[in-house]
């Protein structure tokens, strides 16, 4: 498993709480950079722009990742283009909450 792969591996582990799904599965995560020291920059987003909980789960992200021996610094983007919509979610998520 690379590194990448073991950074979304570990973000699974973030749950939105008002839905009960990992960020992943939610579609929130829209990219991973990881530079040559091993530094990451994740850019992600919200299911709403007034989510109450944003700084519960930005910082869930961060947290977890900070956890991690292989990573550096860790830096938490976090966009509202494009827009969140259900179509991010997987396949997993979308049996959870019948969509």
């Known amino acids: 498993m690379n590194l990448?792969?073991?950074?979304?591996?570990?973000l699974k582990a973030v749950i939105d709480p008002?839905?009960?799904?990992n960020v992943v599965d939610l579609g929130l995560i829209y990219e991973i950079n990881i530079d040559e020291q091993n530094n990451v920059?994740?850019?992600?987003?919200?299911?709403t722009p007034g989510c109450p909980l944003h700084d519960s789960i930005t910082s869930g992200v961060k947290i977890a990742l900070e956890a991690m021996?292989?990573?550096?610094?860790?830096?938490?983007?976090?966009?509202?283009?494009?827009?969140w919509s259900p179509d991010k979610m997987s396949p997993d998520a979308r049996k959870f909450l019948g969509a």
């Open 69 to 83: 021996d292989e990573l550096n610094n860790v830096n938490v983007n976090l966009v509202w283009e494009p827009a």
């Open 41 to 47: 920059d994740i850019t992600m987003t919200l299911t």
């Open 4 to 10: 990448k792969e073991k950074v979304l591996e570990e």
């Open 18 to 21: 008002e839905l009960g799904i």
